[in-house]
């Protein structure tokens, strides 16, 4: 089993930034990719960046292409979204998975916070 923990959502201001870090532990080495999903109220899950292992490749939707960046840490197993020039319409609860051998995203935190205040 995998278990992924996420962090560092909170309020911020239109164009402001947040980091996000998600935290993978138990039965990872299998990882082929992590990813970030966001769900804003009333509407449906949306892919935000994702990164491959190996080779290391991101891909990031044209709605926060240029604004967020997606990157690991191997040694703290860990994944971080920066997220710079944060709009209102990036509010949601975000959501960090990560994909193992079958290459589909599988295992999921419990969602992190963000509001961005116009």
């Not at 935290?23 to 804003?40: D, I, K, N, P, V």
């Not at 975000?94 to 079958?102: E, R």
Request: charged share 15%.
């Amino acid at each position: 089993q995998v278990q992924l923990v996420e962090s560092g959502g909170g309020l911020v201001q239109a164009g402001g930034s947040l980091r996000l870090s998600c935290a993978a532990s138990g039965r990872t080495l299998s990882t082929y990719a992590m990813g970030w999903f966001r769900r804003a109220p009333g509407k449906e899950r949306e892919f935000v960046a994702h990164i491959t292992w190996n080779p290391i490749t991101t891909y990031y939707p044209d709605s926060v292409k240029g604004r967020f960046t997606i990157s690991r840490d191997n040694a703290k197993n860990t994944v971080y979204l920066q997220m710079n020039s944060l709009k209102p319409e990036d509010t949601a609860v975000y959501y960090c998975a990560l994909a193992g051998l079958s290459r589909e995203f599988v295992y999921w935190g419990q969602g992190t916070q963000v509001t961005v205040s116009s």
